[in-house]
């Protein structure tokens, strides 16, 4: 098995006795966007003197910022069902809580997807409990047949990233001919142990079976695959050295790691106390994992949901994330619910939860370019074909592209004065950033046939 516990706990052990020379050395390293190996990535974790910290930090922000630029993607999580077989701790689907479970219907999905359209969502991770009676991947495949198959005035998802429980190769092939964007997992704990502890029963309760879960869904098709652990169940610097050490796997095995990382945090949840997990991460402990991650994986995107509050968003944007979920509801039917203004019963509770347009526009007042799009995907950009791309500095002559175009559209059809008025305006300062002329040019005409009515137009 490619996660050994024993040689991870021997590698923190190690790391702490590495010298200023070499550490200074690892982080030369990072700082010509090489990445760095586990073991290297160890030494860094449990560093804690003040200059190397402030060194983490400043090239956590020169990667992002070389790498990802100003945008930020945005997207929003579809709960469908919250019927569940599993045992976690941690988890308020828990099948020992009692609470009146649901899945959408098509009609309800249809008017979930509705109201994520008038908050200009285009990426979706629809998101459901492992129940394969009353969730069954058919059931999950009908849901992303209707969601692709709906087109409003200008709403329309064109990217379905899904997280639902591990499943056999022959499933996951079908989700790839469905059309997913990222297949999105949590390992939630690579320490055995720990996971086994907190998941008390259940098909989830099989570590291996959980932590192969990428391989074959690789097997299956699926080259868009997404990691993350749930920080606060087990020693954080061990659940990032098991994140590295898997995406390594992935990449020795298929060419291709992680797309996108993950890195939620315990919250409050039905049914479970934060003071019965005794490795919750602080503040300050997050934003170095957050930044390391952002040194070892430069061209892997790293997502951060609303389980973070407004503040640590915005410090965190600028040290390595570049993918932010925006007005979220964690309940099956939630958007409806909350705009009939019904009470909530979410899977946990968010931290952050003013509205889409609140988000974006704060995303705007600091100079960062909100971008909705999905383009990669639809043009078979995915898997080793994306990293190629990543790592060339090709980069800024697709996404951003694609990210003024996709705000141009916003800003026409959601924006008030006030705000196309800013949306023009970073528009004007970002063009000259596109180095390739060719491509410049042809994002100026897209710019200009969107506000003639023109959509959906991409790179
Ligand atoms: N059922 C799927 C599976 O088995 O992996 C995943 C869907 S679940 C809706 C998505 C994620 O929510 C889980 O992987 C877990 O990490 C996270 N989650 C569960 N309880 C949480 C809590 N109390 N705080 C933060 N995140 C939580």
């Not at 910022?65 to 945005?74: F, H, P, W």
């Not at 709906?150 to 022959?170: C, F, H, P, W």
């Amino acid at each position: 098995m490619f996660i050994n516990q024993t040689y991870i706990e021997g590698l923190l052990e190690e790391a702490r006795h590495t010298d200023d020379k070499t550490i200074s050395a690892y982080l030369d390293k990072a700082e010509r966007f090489e990445g760095l190996r586990h073991q290297e990535i160890a030494a860094l974790l449990v560093q804690d003197k003040p200059a190397h910290l402030a060194r983490i930090f400043e090239i956590a922000g020169k990667i992002k910022q070389r790498i990802y630029g100003n945008r930020i993607v945005l997207f929003a999580p579809l709960y469908v069902s919250d019927y569940c077989v599993n045992r976690c701790a941690y988890c308020s689907y828990n099948c020992g809580h009692s609470f009146s479970r649901r899945k959408l219907t098509m009609e309800e999905i249809r008017e979930e997807v509705r109201i994520l359209e008038t908050m200009w969502h285009k990426r979706i991770a629809l998101e459901a409990g492992e129940h394969p009676g009353e969730c069954p991947l058919d059931y999950i495949l009908e849901c992303i047949h209707t969601i692709y198959a709906m087109k409003s005035e200008n709403g329309e998802i064109r990217r379905i990233n899904v997280n639902i429980a591990a499943t056999t190769v022959a499933e996951y092939r079908k989700l790839k001919e469905a059309s997913i964007g990222t297949y999105i997992l949590f390992q939630e704990t690579y320490h055995q142990p720990t996971y086994e502890k907190v998941h008390h029963a259940g098909p989830k309760r099989d570590f291996v079976y959980h932590l192969t879960a990428f391989d074959r869904a690789q097997e299956g098709g699926i080259d868009d695959v997404g990691g993350g652990v749930l920080f606060g169940l087990a020693d954080p610097y061990f659940e990032v050295l098991g994140l590295m050490i898997h995406n390594e796997h992935l990449e020795s095995r298929f060419g291709v790691g992680f797309h996108t990382i993950s890195v939620p945090r315990l919250c409050p949840a039905a049914g479970m106390r934060l003071e019965d997990f005794p490795h919750l991460v602080d503040d300050a402990t997050f934003t170095k994992l957050v930044a390391v991650i952002r040194l070892a994986v430069p061209f892997t995107g790293m997502i951060l949901s609303t389980r973070e509050n407004h503040e640590m968003r915005k410090k965190l944007l600028r040290l390595g994330i570049s993918q932010i979920s925006a007005g979220s509801s964690t309940e099956v039917g939630g958007y409806g619910k909350r705009k009939r203004h019904e009470e909530v019963n979410p899977q946990f509770v968010v931290n952050d939860d003013r509205n889409a347009l609140a988000i974006i526009s704060e995303l705007m007042d600091d100079e960062f370019i909100p971008s909705f799009c999905t383009a990669c995907y639809r043009k078979g950009r995915t898997g080793d074909r994306f990293m190629r791309l990543a790592k060339s500095a090709q980069i800024k002559n697709v996404c951003l592209p694609n990210a003024l175009t996709t705000l141009c559209e916003f800003a026409l059809d959601y924006g008030d004065p006030a705000f196309k008025e800013k949306a023009a305006q970073a528009i004007r300062r970002e063009l000259p950033e596109i180095t390739n002329p060719k491509v410049r040019v042809l994002t100026e005409q897209n710019v200009e046939n969107i506000r003639q009515g023109g959509r959906d137009f991409f790179i």
